[in-house]
C-alpha cells in the first residue's frame, strides 16, 4: 500500500477518534446541527457538501482509483510535501487532544454558551483564544497534502476558513455577555488564532 495512503488512513481514524471520545465526554452528543447565533452557511455547507466528502474519504481509503478524477499529480521529488503532510496531520492530532482536555465539558460543535460554561485560560488557550480553528485548518491541510487528491482537500479546507471568518466573532461576544471584564481582560492578553507577540 502507498505508504501516504496508509498515513492517510490511520491519522484520519485516529482523528476521529480522538473527535469521538471527546464529543461524547462533553455531552455533546446529538446537540442540533447549528444554533440561533450560527452562521446559516456553515450548517447549509454540513449538510450540502459534508456527506459527499465523507463517501470520497471511505472511495479514497478502500479503493483509491475510484478517486484518481480528483488526484492531483505530484512529481515523486515533491514527496517530502506529503511527508511534512504526515508530520502535519500528526501534530494537529496532538494539539486537538491538548485542546480539548483544556475545554472539558465547555466543547461545543457551535457558537453556543451554556448556563454552566466556564472560561477556560489554560492548556493553549493561556495563549490563544480559538486554537481549535487553525489546528482544525492545519489538518485540512495536512489530509490535502498526504492525499493529493482535491477532493478530499478542498471542502473541509473552505469550511473550516468560512468559520473562522465568522464565527469567533460572535463567540467572542457571547462569552463578554456571560463574563464581562474577565473576558475583555483575557482578550487583551491573547490572540485570536496565534499567540500574541512581545507579550
Known amino acids: 500500500m502507498n505508504p501516504f495512503r496508509l ?26 446541527i447549528e444554533s440561533e447565533a450560527e452562521n446559516k452557511a456553515i450548517p447549509f455547507l454540513r449538510r450540502r457538501a459534508g456527506v459527499p466528502w465523507i463517501i470520497g474519504v471511505f472511495v479514497y481509503m478502500v479503493y483509491p482509483p475510484w478517486m484518481a478524477w480528483a488526484e492531483l499529480p505530484l512529481p515523486d521529488w515533491l514527496d517530502w510535501l506529503r511527508w511534512l503532510g504526515v508530520g502535519f496531520a500528526a501534530a494537529t492530532i496532538a494539539l486537538l487532544v491538548w485542546i480539548h482536555h483544556a475545554l472539558d ?44 487528491n482535491w477532493f478530499i482537500g478542498a471542502p473541509p479546507t473552505l469550511i473550516v476558513a468560512l468559520i473562522m471568518i465568522t464565527r469567533p466573532s460572535t463567540e467572542e461576544q457571547q462569552l463578554i455577555e456571560k463574563f464581562g471584564d474577565e473576558y475583555r481582560v483575557y482578550m487583551q492578553r491573547t490572540g485570536r488564532f496565534l499567540p500574541r507577540l512581545g507579550r
Open 7 to 32: 498515513s492517510f488512513i490511520l491519522l484520519f481514524v485516529l482523528f476521529i477518534v480522538v473527535r469521538g471520545y471527546y464529543h461524547r465526554k462533553s455531552g455533546t452528543v446529538g446537540e442540533p
Open 105 to 148: 465539558k465547555n466543547f461545543s460543535t457551535h457558537a453556543r454558551i451554556r448556563a454552566d460554561h466556564t472560561l477556560v485560560t489554560s492548556g493553549p488557550y493561556r495563549w490563544v483564544r480559538h486554537p481549535m480553528y487553525p489546528t482544525l485548518m492545519l489538518f485540512s491541510l495536512a489530509a490535502f497534502l498526504l492525499s493529493a
